[in-house]
């Protein structure tokens, strides 16, 4: 007969707080401060999961305050004499997790990697972000970031939280130490990542109209563009192009650029997505110029 062996382990307090004049008046939404303290806890749940797949975890909120709560995170372990696990559950690395999976988050800006090594024989990888950036974090902590149920709940008490009028910044802490922090203008990176398939790419030379620029960062320079029957978003990767602006060219709305543009349908399970971007612009045409056309003699 195997003797199953139960133990606990101390739970250790994670605090997640929420900071701005929504939270200074006290007109922070009661309900979404709770969907967001059961969003909290589940991400905590997911990152321990990573990290402890055959561990019981339960989190359990221990003090809610104005504009913050703490979760406490206990560990219930079974095991076949209690060895059935290689390590001991330590809150310390759920932490870290926790930390590199909000960075990471924020790195990704929404994105899936566009590629993922494994450097050595450590538990490290290497993430390459889309505009070519390099972070290094444990294999857990990008697992988790690429959780579905652990992205959901991202957007829930990050990404939806910042997004209300008055709450500018949440912060997660424990024992007094700041774990990882995030802003109103990285609220629209913290979501589900889904990893695409690329289905089909293609290049093309076309006349778009400016309707609306956009130089935010962080926005990946997304610009809102006329092809003569829709009104569609641009990614804007033409550097050189963005320097010009920079550098004093003028524009305005409805001027035209001759640009190449690159398409890229890619799917996501049985979803399809159209991507569109502008690598190159060869002309800049101002909108109001009159565009002369050749209609040949006429014979009256």
């Known amino acids: 007969m195997q003797i199953v062996e139960q133990y606990e382990e101390p739970g250790v307090g994670i605090l997640l707080k929420y900071k701005g004049p929504s939270v200074d008046d006290g007109s922070m939404d009661v309900y979404a401060a709770a969907a967001n303290m059961v969003a909290f806890s589940d991400y905590v749940v997911a990152a321990t999961r990573q990290l402890y797949g055959d ?25 076949l004499g209690a060895t059935v696990l290689t390590t001991t559950p330590d809150v310390r690395s759920v932490l870290t997790a926790v930390k590199e999976s909000v960075n990471l988050f924020k790195f990704l800006k929404g994105q899936p990697p566009q590629k993922v090594e494994h450097t050595d024989q450590s538990n490290n990888v290497t993430v390459t972000n889309v ?83 956009s130089f935010k960062d962080g926005s990946g320079h997304k610009w809102t563009m006329w092809d003569g029957e829709a009104s569609l978003q641009y990614a804007m990767e033409d550097e050189t192009f963005i320097a010009r602006i920079d550098n004093g060219e003028a524009f305005r709305k409805g001027d035209v650029l001759i640009c190449d543009v690159r398409f890229t349908q890619t799917r996501a399970g049985s979803k399809l997505k159209i991507q569109r971007t502008i690598i190159k612009v060869h002309d800049h045409r101002d909108g109001y110029e009159q565009v002369e056309f050749d209609l040949g003699n006429r014979d009256e």
Request: proline share 4%.
């Open 55 to 79: 561990v019981e975890v339960k989190a359990e909120v221990k003090a809610f305050q104005h504009g913050s709560f703490e979760t406490d995170l206990i560990f219930h372990v079974v095991g």
């Open 131 to 213: 505009n070519g950036n390099v972070i290094i974090v444990q294999t857990e902590s990008l697992n988790l970031t690429m959780d579905e149920k652990a992205g959901k709940a991202a957007a829930q008490f990050v990404g939806q939280a910042l997004s209300k009028p008055g709450v500018d910044k949440i912060e997660i802490q424990s024992e007094g130490q700041q774990i990882a922090v995030a802003t109103q203008e990285e609220a629209p990176f913290f979501h589900a990542i889904v990893d695409e398939t690329p289905v089909v790419e293609q290049t093309i030379q076309m006349g778009l109209t400016i309707q609306e620029p």
